[in-house]
């Protein structure tokens, strides 16, 4: 697997992730979910990009797509409580279904979609941006 990280100066490097890490990653998937969510950079190190990946993965976004419809529908009496593995506070959960399944449903589409955060022209490649360059100087 490879993924992108910030090297010492600050420029996008492919790193090859090995085994250990895609372990380590998935057995610390808690933490890097928690650092992910406040916003840190997936490529500030290999283990946070590694844990974007994983989230990213078309199986992975089945997986909680599923189990957020699984909640929408338990709380809103649309399937059977199965008996929770924690607490559940029902009846926010039941404010919030539509919400849950609007996200599940955003979870199944073709591929994840761009963060408002993300910048529109940031380029991946050399050769992307070449292309870019181009484009900008025949547009003028």
Do not use: N, Y
Not at 65 to 84: F, K, P, Y
Not at 106 to 120: D, H, T, Y
């Amino acid at each position: 697997m490879l993924v992108l990280v910030f090297d010492a100066e600050g420029s996008l490097i492919a790193h090859r992730a090995t085994l250990g890490q895609r372990l380590l990653a998935k057995c610390t998937s808690g933490r890097l979910d928690r650092a992910l969510a406040r916003g840190a950079s997936p490529e500030s190190s290999v283990l946070l990009a590694i844990r974007a990946q994983q989230l990213v993965d078309a199986h992975m976004r089945f997986v909680l797509a599923d189990s957020l419809r699984e909640v929408a529908d338990e709380a809103t009496g649309s399937a059977t409580h199965r008996g929770s593995r924690v607490p559940m506070d029902w009846p926010a959960v039941r404010a919030v279904a539509g919400d849950l399944r609007a996200l599940a449903s955003r979870l199944l589409e073709r591929a994840p979609r761009r963060s408002a955060a993300w910048p529109r022209s940031t380029c991946f490649s050399p050769m992307a941006a070449a292309r870019s360059t181009r484009r900008t100087h025949h547009t003028r």
